[in-house]
């Protein structure tokens, strides 16, 4: 038979967790490069625009964000079109996350020598060829580290998500602790200890991963 249709509503689970760090990771990864290479850039209006943005977003915390795109954002749109709860939360999460990490783009971008960009225009390039070509590779390699603290801090930030609703997999756990057909007095030792155990997996899994691509990318600068 057909599998019925399940709403957003109903997702829930360490799976949402997932789902919202990997979309976070994907939108902030690409629009965060475009506001760094923004702020850097040489046209007031677009440096002043991408400094703004950049600034308001690092001045105000994640959840107050979440409170803006979940109860805000639908006042601004017309009485027929709504918007699901979880893409709010997944606007707002990679609105934050690229404010961040346009910064650890940016210092990327200036740990470059300044002979990197001469010699890039030398050789006729364009201003995008020379970006992707040239440095945008270069400043990426110096700042996996800290694109990779980024993406960790986005990881567990996700658990923030219980306050405007959102069933992630904190909020299963605490489900679970006050459901009189699970509750227990070891219930709440439990479900916290399996979570502890569940972030720092996958917060050491992206950590060494990082690890490995800088011994793999610095191979070359050995030789």
Excluded: H
């Excluded at 990679?94 to 960009?117: C, D, H, I, T, W």
């Amino acid at each position: 038979g057909i599998l019925p249709t399940v709403s957003s509503n109903m997702w829930g689970g360490l799976l949402l967790t997932l789902l919202l760090t990997a979309v976070g990771i994907m939108v902030s990864f690409p629009l965060g490069i475009l506001l760094a290479l923004g702020r850097r850039s040489t046209l007031p209006v677009i440096r002043w625009f991408c400094t703004a943005y950049i600034e308001l977003i690092r001045g105000v915390p994640l959840i107050t964000v979440l409170f803006m795109a979940n109860t805000m954002l639908p006042l601004f749109l017309p009485d027929n079109i709504t918007v699901d709860k979880l893409l709010r939360a997944l606007v707002g999460i990679g609105l934050f996350a690229s404010a961040y990490m346009a910064e650890v783009v940016r210092a990327g971008l200036q740990a470059l020598p300044k002979g990197q960009y001469e010699g890039a225009m030398a050789m006729g390039l364009g201003y995008w060829q020379m970006m992707r070509l040239i440095v945008l590779p270069q400043a990426l390699k110096i700042t996996i580290p800290n694109i990779v603290n980024t993406y960790i801090g986005l990881f567990k930030d996700t658990s923030l998500l219980l306050i405007v609703g959102i069933f992630d997999f904190l909020k299963a756990i605490e489900t679970a602790r006050v459901d009189p057909q699970w509750a227990a007095p070891t219930t709440s030792a439990t479900g916290y200890s399996f979570a502890a155990i569940v972030y720092f997996i996958f917060c050491y899994g992206m950590a060494s991963y990082a690890r490995s691509m800088e011994r793999r990318l610095s191979v070359g600068d050995k030789r």
